[in-house]
Every structure is written in C-alpha cells, then in structure tokens.
C-alpha cells in the first residue's frame, strides 16, 4: 500500500512514523513545503526568547534521519497544489526547481496543519507570524537587528524592506493575547524589549474565564508588558501601532518596532476542497470518527481537521460525516494523538478516536495557566445549567517550604454531576491539578468522585487532602445541599435582596481588605470571625434575611456556614472566598478600563 502524507511535522510525521512501526510493507511518501520536518513548533517562542539558545534543538528529524531508520521517502520544499481523487494522484510542486509532478496514492493522509490569521489593518503587512522555523528566524533577525529581506523559502510574507538594513528592535506589538500570544509578548520581553500586548476580547486567555484570566494579565504586567485589552491594532506605521477600541474610537499609539501578529490560527481546508472534500460548520476538514474525511481514501488529522466534542450539550447539530458535534482544537497532543490514530485506521487496527476536551496549559513568567473542557462563558453561552467552585490550595503541605496559593476553578453538571470543565492558575503544582481533572473527564468520573481519588502525597508534593480531593469535598457538599454557594457576581443581587454579608476573617484580615456591600452603611461586610460566631450571631446576625458568609477563600466559609444554618439561619458562602471576589471585580475593572488593573502580586 503506497501511504502519501501531505505535511510533515506533528500530525503527519507521527502517521508517517507510526505506519512504519506498524508495517515494513507499507510505502509512505511525506511531502512537505517547508524547509523541515518534524520540528518542535511548540518551542519557537522560546528559541526568540533566547531560553532555547540552540537552533538546531528545534529540528527533531531531518530526512535522512528518518529514512535512515524508518524508511521514509521524506521530501522538504515540497508543496502538493492539487488532488484528483478519482484518479487518486497528488500533483506536487518541488520548490527548489519550481518542476511538477504527479505522485499516486492509495491512501492520502492531509495534515497541512493551519494557517495564522493576520488582522486586517494598514500596515500589517510588515506583521510578523510564528509557525514555522522560518517565521522564528525572521523574528529573531528582527531583534538582532540582522534582518534585511525577510522573504522566506516558501514565498512567504516580507518582513522588512527587502535590501533596508533594520535596526535591532527595541520596542514590540503582540497582537492577540492567546496561548502563542502570551509566550511570544513573555519571550520579547526576556530579549528586553518594551513589549504591548494587544487584545480585542476584555480578557486575555480565552479559554479562562475573567476571574481566572486577571492573575495571568497582572503578572504581564508585574513583568512590564503593557496589556491592552478591548483594544485593536488600526494602523501600522514603520515603528509605531495606532490602537482603537472595538468601535474604532482611538486608544493611543505605541511604540512597534517589530510587529507579531498572534490572533490564533485557521484550518488548512484547502487542498480537501480541492478534493472535495466537506468542510466542518466552524472550518476544518470533516472527518468522521476514524478521521476519514467525505472523500473515499483521503484522511484528514491534526490542526486541519475537526476534532470530536466531549463536552458538545445533548441535542447539538451534527457536524460530522454522520454522526456528532464537532469542534476546533489545535494543539499538539491531539494532533500527535491523530497521527497515530489515522495510521491504526489504515492499517485496521483501531477504530474511533476518543472525543477531545481542550486540555491546555501556558506558562507566564513563572505562572502556569491551564484549562480542560467549558468554561464558564461558553456554558453560559450554550445556554446550559452548571454549578461554578472556586479553591484557592497551596500546592502542596502549608507548613512545608515554598508553599504558595493557586486559584482552581471547577465546573460541574448539576443534574448529573459529571465535570464540565476545569481552570487553574498558580506557580507550582496546577498542571499537576488539571491532567489529574482532564483524566476524571475522560474516565467518566462525577466531581463528586474526586473526594475520593488516592493521590500521591508527601510534604513536598501535596498534601493529604490534594486540591483535587478538596474540590471534590466542595462538589460533594453541594450536591447533597450540605452547602449552597454564591458566586462573586451574583452577591449585590443577594444583598439588594437583604442579605447580611458576614467576614468570618479575623479582624486583620478583615482590615487588609474585604467585599464591598453596595448600599449598606460602611459599604463593608460585618466581621464576626469564625471563632466567635457562635456566641455572637444571635445578637448581631438578622435572621429573617438571607445571610453571606465569606472567608479569604471559602474553606472557613463552609464552617461557618454549617453552623449558622444549624443556627437555623439561611446561609450561603461565597464561592472561593475574598479572593475569588477580588479577582473577579478586578476583572471587571480591567475589561472597562485596561489602566486601571492594579499591580501587585497576583498569586497573592
Ligand atoms: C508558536 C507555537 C507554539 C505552540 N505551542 C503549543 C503548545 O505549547 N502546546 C500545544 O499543545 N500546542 C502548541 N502549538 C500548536 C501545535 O504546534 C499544533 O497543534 C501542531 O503542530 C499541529 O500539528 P499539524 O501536524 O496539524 O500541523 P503543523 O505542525 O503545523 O504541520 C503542518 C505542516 O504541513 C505543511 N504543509 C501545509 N500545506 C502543505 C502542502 N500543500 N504541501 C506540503 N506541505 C504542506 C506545513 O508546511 C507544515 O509544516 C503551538 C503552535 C505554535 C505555532
């Protein structure tokens, strides 16, 4: 069987690598239009950065790596321009001669991956991307200063005025403030330089919600980057940006030297189309379960193709060659997981590829940021019912060195109790948190299970109850109504409803700083601290009335929340605390008004 694979990096090399473990009959064709395969894209940020400081580190395998030992006919600078799937040929460009040729298939594996989207503006062609060694190259070449014709091998964008020396850069734009986004803005600024980050959501990092994702845009700012959300790049001029908010009204301009263009990516559909092949309701190439796309003999895997939606709400269009919901994930353990999959199918050794979730983490000058599933402004969006935890755990034993606080967040099905999502922020021990969350969703397990998972522990690694033991004694407690919560948003309607909002803190606490109550005089919440709450609630506690108890991050809230309700008082706690009400009133300050996030330690 004679296997071509249109190309060759994540996707489409773990197929190619995978068949041939699989079969030493099979004859597999890679063709790539770039000048390497299989390099670590998911590293380039950081080789612009300087924290990879070998180039040659980024290339994985080369050609005759991987004919040496897998018998691979590997040709780079190779672009396939045409499909006759009838015929079953691929017509393919060698870009080094500019010759055409023909090759046959009887299988055609597409992983073309996906293409940057660059904002239309005036300007923004001199705006840089990064996905491929070519565009870190041209990157690199503009902070060096060594950059003159950025032409790159494959025809792509122009980065500098062809034969003008340019200047090292000393000042840089990021626009988009994603997951590539955030580490390119981290990586300039480690190269020192003065670096705008450029958001046209109110929020960096999408998938987290606002809340979750303040923590991440403070420590940009704690490192100097300059983040503007609601903000949009409306002109480039040769070394400054003029910004606007969404309906075009000014916002200043910045300083931009060297301009990366970081919005997110769109699925290569085009040789499918050619194909025709169908195309999923969001872009994508459609395949079914098995990754075969609508068009006999042609497959399609990695960022090109659509994904299978764990999470997908019951009764959602179909998306799929038959069958399901579909959606868009383009990251590597799916794309690499793929790969493999699409191999067993053309082999037939396995069928049906696990429904994806998203799972993602991004480190930001030392805090890690990661997700798994909805969040909470999808669910919102879907128009679904979920109930929302907030923790804030020390990553592992308080009384052990070097403890400090991460912010989890869980989302859960009320009626069935199956997680629908999980977000983390933190310095140590929250990529730990969600691959454990990421493995409950795909093994099936309630959030109410998670009370009960045996976890490794040691001082230095968790604690006896881990924070994924934690979230699930929250979950527990409200599905059994043991405890009801309110969330940061909702506690003005609680109290415009007269509600008593009690700071069970100690008064230093209390003091350092605690919820606004909007119209009740002082404007703060009464502080009757845990320990003597007891003995004082019957005097100072209306009953009546709904009463909100908060603690820093919730934990204390839940005691005393069970004894003012066996106090026979109405009571609910305020879902992760201080903390959790802070960040979030943060974030609706910052979405109104980018200057206005204050500084500080996030993870405080
Ligand atoms: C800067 C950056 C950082 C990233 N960081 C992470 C991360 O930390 N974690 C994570 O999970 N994911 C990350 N990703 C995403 C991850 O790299 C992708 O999901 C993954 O590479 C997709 O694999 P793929 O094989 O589908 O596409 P790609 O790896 O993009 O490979 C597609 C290849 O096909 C070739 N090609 C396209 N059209 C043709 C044609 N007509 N003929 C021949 N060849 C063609 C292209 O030249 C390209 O080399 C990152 C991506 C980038 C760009």
């Given at each position: 069987?004679?296997?071509?694979?249109?190309?060759?990096?994540?996707?489409?090399?773990?197929?190619?690598?995978?068949?041939?473990?699989?079969?030493?009959?099979?004859?597999?064709?890679?063709?790539?239009?770039?000048?390497?395969?299989?390099?670590?894209?998911?590293?380039?940020?950081?080789?612009?950065?300087?924290?990879?400081?070998?180039?040659?580190?980024?290339?994985?395998?080369?050609?005759?790596?991987?004919?040496?030992?897998?018998?691979?006919?590997?040709?780079?600078?190779?672009?396939?321009?045409?499909?006759?799937?009838?015929?079953?040929?691929?017509?393919?460009?060698?870009?080094?001669?500019?010759?055409?040729?023909?090759?046959?298939?009887?299988?055609?594996?597409?992983?073309?991956?996906?293409?940057?989207?660059?904002?239309?503006?005036?300007g923004m062609e001199r705006a840089l991307?990064?996905?491929?060694?070519?565009?870190?190259?041209?990157?690199?070449?503009?902070?060096?200063?060594?950059?003159?014709?950025?032409?790159?091998?494959?025809?792509?964008?122009?980065?500098?005025?062809?034969?003008?020396?340019?200047?090292?850069?000393?000042?840089?734009?990021?626009?988009?403030?994603?997951?590539?986004?955030?580490?390119?803005?981290?990586?300039?600024?480690?190269?020192?330089?003065?670096?705008?980050?450029?958001?046209?959501?109110?929020?960096?990092?999408?998938?987290?919600?606002?809340?979750?994702?303040?923590?991440?845009?403070?420590?940009?700012?704690?490192?100097?980057?300059?983040?503007?959300?609601?903000?949009?790049?409306?002109?480039?001029?040769?070394?400054?940006?003029?910004?606007?908010?969404?309906?075009?009204?000014?916002?200043?301009?910045?300083?931009?030297?060297?301009?990366?263009?970081?919005?997110?990516?769109?699925?290569?559909?085009?040789?499918?189309?050619?194909?025709?092949?169908?195309?999923?309701?969001?872009?994508?190439?459609?395949?079914?379960?098995?990754?075969?796309?609508?068009?006999?003999?042609?497959?399609?895997?990695?960022?090109?193709?659509?994904?299978?939606?764990?999470?997908?709400?019951?009764?959602?269009?179909?998306?799929?060659?038959?069958?399901?919901?579909?959606?868009?994930?383009?990251?590597?353990?799916?794309?690499?997981?793929?790969?493999?999959?699409?191999?067993?199918?053309?082999?037939?050794?396995?069928?049906?590829?696990?429904?994806?979730?998203?799972?993602?983490?991004v480190g930001v000058f030392g805090l890690?940021?990661?997700?798994?599933?909805?969040?909470?402004?999808?669910?919102?969006?879907?128009?679904?019912?979920?109930?929302?935890?907030?923790?804030?755990?020390?990553?592992?034993?308080?009384?052990?060195?070097?403890?400090?606080?991460?912010?989890?967040?869980?989302?859960?099905?009320?009626?069935?109790?199956?997680?629908?999502?999980?977000?983390?922020?933190?310095?140590?021990?929250?990529?730990?948190?969600?691959?454990?969350?990421?493995?409950?969703?795909?093994?099936?397990?309630?959030?109410?299970?998670?009370?009960?998972?045996?976890?490794?522990?040691?001082?230095?690694?968790?604690?006896?109850?881990?924070?994924?033991?934690?979230?699930?004694?929250?979950?527990?407690?409200?599905?059994?109504?043991?405890?009801?919560?309110?969330?940061?948003?909702?506690?003005?309607?609680?109290?415009?409803?007269?509600?008593?909002?009690?700071?069970?803190?100690?008064?230093?606490?209390?003091?350092?700083?605690?919820?606004?109550?909007?119209?009740?005089?002082?404007?703060?919440?009464?502080?009757?601290?845990?320990?003597?709450?007891?003995?004082?609630?019957?005097?100072?506690?209306?009953?009546?009335?709904?009463?909100?108890?908060?603690?820093?991050?919730?934990?204390?809230?839940?005691?005393?929340?069970?004894?003012?309700?066996?106090?026979?008082?109405?009571?609910?706690?305020?879902?992760?605390?201080?903390?959790?009400?802070?960040?979030?009133?943060?974030?609706?300050?910052?979405?109104?008004?980018?200057?206005?996030?204050?500084?500080?330690?996030?993870?405080?």
């Open positions: 069987m004679k296997i071509v694979i249109v190309g060759g990096v994540a996707a489409g090399m773990s197929a190619a690598t995978r068949l041939r473990r699989l079969s030493e009959d099979a004859r597999i064709v890679v063709l790539e239009a770039g000048e390497h395969v299989s390099f670590a894209n998911c590293g380039l940020p950081y080789y612009a950065g300087g924290v990879i400081e070998d180039r040659d580190a980024l290339l994985l395998q080369t050609p005759a790596s991987l004919a040496a030992r897998f018998r691979i006919d590997v040709r780079v600078r190779h672009r396939v321009t045409g499909v006759d799937a009838d015929a079953h040929t691929v017509t393919v460009r060698d870009l080094a001669t500019g010759e055409e040729s023909v090759e046959t298939y009887d299988r055609l594996v597409l992983s073309p991956g996906a293409r940057p989207i660059v904002p239309p503006a005036p991307v990064l996905r491929d060694v070519a565009d870190v190259d041209r990157i690199v070449a503009a902070i060096d200063g060594t950059g003159t014709d950025g032409t790159g091998s494959d025809g792509a964008r122009a980065t500098t005025t062809p034969g003008r020396v340019q200047p090292p850069a000393r000042s840089a734009v990021v626009i988009g403030g994603g997951f590539v986004g955030v580490e390119v803005a981290e990586n300039l600024v480690h190269r020192g330089l003065d670096v705008t980050l450029v958001e046209l959501a109110d929020q960096v990092l999408a998938p987290l919600d606002p809340e979750m994702a303040i923590r991440v845009q403070q420590e940009l700012e704690a490192h100097g980057v300059h983040v503007r959300t609601s903000t949009q790049v409306s002109m480039l001029g040769p070394d400054a940006a003029e910004l606007s908010s969404a309906d075009g009204s000014p916002r200043g301009t910045v300083p931009a030297d060297l301009v990366v263009a970081a919005i997110g990516v769109r699925p290569d559909v085009e040789l499918a189309v050619l194909a025709g092949a169908q195309v999923g309701p969001r872009g994508g190439i459609l395949v079914d379960q098995d990754l075969r796309t609508s068009v006999p003999d042609v497959y399609a895997v990695g960022d090109a193709a659509t994904k299978r939606d764990a999470l997908a709400p019951t009764g959602s269009a179909p998306g799929t060659a038959g069958d399901e919901p579909t959606t868009l994930i383009p990251l590597a353990n799916l794309a690499n997981r793929h790969g493999r999959h699409v191999a067993d199918v053309i082999l037939g050794r396995r069928s049906g590829m696990r429904p994806s979730m998203g799972t993602a983490v890690t940021a990661a997700s798994v599933g909805r969040n909470e402004k999808r669910l919102q969006a879907e128009g679904r019912p979920y109930r929302a935890i907030h923790t804030h755990p020390a990553q592992h034993a308080g009384y052990y060195p070097g403890a400090t606080q991460m912010a989890l967040k869980l989302l859960v099905d009320p009626e069935t109790d199956l997680i629908l999502g999980a977000q983390g922020v933190g310095r140590d021990g929250v990529d730990k948190r969600i691959d454990v969350l990421a493995t409950a969703m795909a093994g099936g397990l309630t959030a109410s299970d998670l009370a009960d998972l045996e976890l490794a522990y040691a001082p230095a690694y968790g604690s006896a109850k881990d924070p994924v033991n934690m979230l699930g004694y929250v979950a527990d407690n409200l599905r059994t109504g043991e405890t009801r919560s309110v969330q940061w948003h909702e506690l003005d309607t609680l109290v415009a409803q007269g509600a008593t909002v009690v700071d069970v803190r100690t008064p230093g606490e209390h003091a350092r700083g605690t919820v606004e109550v909007v119209g009740v005089a002082g404007g703060t919440a009464l502080n009757v601290p845990l320990d003597e709450l007891r003995d004082r609630a019957a005097a100072e506690i209306p009953s009546g009335a709904p009463v909100v108890v908060h603690c820093q991050v919730g934990q204390r809230g839940h005691t005393a929340a069970r004894l003012l309700t066996q106090l026979g008082y109405d009571v609910h706690n305020l879902d992760g605390g201080y903390l959790t009400w802070r960040d979030g009133t943060r974030a609706l300050r910052a979405a109104h008004d980018d200057e206005l996030v204050p500084s500080g330690d996030p993870a405080a």
